[in-house]
């Protein structure tokens, strides 16, 4: 028996068995093997979800020796990769071959099949999550059979979110856009402007969205946009990234909260600071390495999705809550965008987005916080990411999702006996 746990250190699970197929035919024979048990299975990519999505105590399998692409069509844009293969490993491949995903959140270590199976987004007022990238998946089932789902098949819209809850997905066909680069702009602005240029921050940039320093008025936004072919790249220097990434961010950053943690009274005034030491910087590289970021302070997570118009209201109600001396929070809050789209699951079906996230230092406890968090975001229809924390159950999900039911229907008809469920999906999908 091997003990598993989460990059957030807020799941431990012991598996029976925890395996590692290196391929298709391996991972029904592993399905088929706990089917003969009476064993539930699950797949994990990276361990990158904060909530127990992907935890089991029966057969884990992992599918990083699924880690290949297997083709791409330059015609189309389309490439085709096994689910395992973590966004750190496609993107370089992606850029060898003149492509690149039109859209990432800010790290990269997630697997393919884990990012999409949870809906994993970043940031653009006119983009999606990278499962609106999907248009084919291949996945087996609870038989053991090996299911393609196309963009005819009547499940498509199933299968880009599914939360682990349909199969295990062993192949996935994406739609990247031509390889580009990102003009990244970094700078401190005051909270009070951040919301009262929001419309034109948001919609005059590709890639927009920012962080707020809680118990200040401090905020670091960050604009990335798309620059013409033939811009020359300007890294920022080597000295730069790590002192900005590297020890600012992370190591400094560490033992910040390390104090933080036990002297909570310092933490307004430890905000303020690092909110002036984050200063401007510009620079434009490759878009992956735009988007992405190192993370090396562990934390816990909780993030919603909501409309676009509520978030004034949210951040007064986040900010009343602190004003009430309940809690001091170090970790900034991060604030995206996204368009509507038409993956059924996705926490951005058919909705324009913000999304709120909130963080708590692993070292503390985050419950009274999120808790409070998600009483502010469930007000305004909020949607949690499926990999973030929070403590909703399906009679309040399945009023966020117009297709909650038909996906519900489709788990009953490809999994009856629940093999690829756990206590997570039974409480947030019934
Ligand atoms: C530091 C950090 C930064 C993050 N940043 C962002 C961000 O910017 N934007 C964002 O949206 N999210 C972000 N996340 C959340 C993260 O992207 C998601 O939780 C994602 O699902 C993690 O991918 P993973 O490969 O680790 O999957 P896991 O967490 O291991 O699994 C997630 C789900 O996918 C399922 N799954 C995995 N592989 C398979 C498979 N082969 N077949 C079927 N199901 C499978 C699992 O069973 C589980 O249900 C972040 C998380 C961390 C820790």
Known sequence: MSTWENWGRSVRTQPVRLLHPASTAEVQAAVLAAARDGLPVKAYGA????????????????????????????????????????????????????????????????SVAGAVSTGTHGTGDRLHGISAAVVGVQLVTATGDVLEIDEQHPWFGASRVTLGALGIITEVTLQCAPAFLLHAREEPMALPEVLERLPELVGENDHFEFYWFPHTEKALIKRNNRVPDGTAVQPLGR??????????????????????????????????????????????????????????????????????????????????????????????????????????????????????????????????????????????????????????GADYLSQRYARFDDFVAIRDELDPERRFSNPYLDRVLG
């Open 239 to 392: 000295f730069r990234h790590w002192l900005d990434d590297e020890f600012l961010s992370n190591t400094l950053y560490e033992r910040v909260n390390r104090v933080a943690a036990r002297r909570r009274g310092l933490i307004p005034r430890i905000n303020a600071i690092s909110g002036s030491l984050l200063g401007a910087r510009e620079y434009t590289t490759d878009s992956f390495d735009v988007f992405v970021s190192p993370r090396t302070v562990r934390f816990r997570e909780s993030e919603f999705a909501m409309p676009r118009t509520a978030l004034p209201d949210v951040i007064a109600a986040l900010q009343s809550w602190f004003a009430g001396g309940h809690e001091n929070i170090s970790f900034p809050i991060e604030v995206r965008f996204t368009a509507p789209d038409d993956v059924w699951m996705s926490t951005g079906h058919e909705r324009a987005n913000c999304y709120v996230a909130v963080h708590q230092y692993w070292r503390s406890d985050p419950t009274a916080y999120f808790a409070a968090a998600q009483d502010v975001f469930t007000a305004h229809e909020g949607r949690p990411h499926w990999g973030k924390m929070h403590t909703l």
């Open 47 to 110: 361990g990158h979800s904060f909530t127990a999505i992907a935890a089991t105590e029966g057969v884990l399998l992992s599918l990083d020796r699924m880690d290949r692409v297997l083709g791409s069509d330059p015609a189309t844009r389309r490439v085709r990769v096994q689910a395992g293969i973590s966004l750190h490993a496609l993107n370089p491949q992606l850029k060898a071959l003149g492509l690149a995903l039109p859209n990432l959140g800010d790290v990269d270590p997630q």
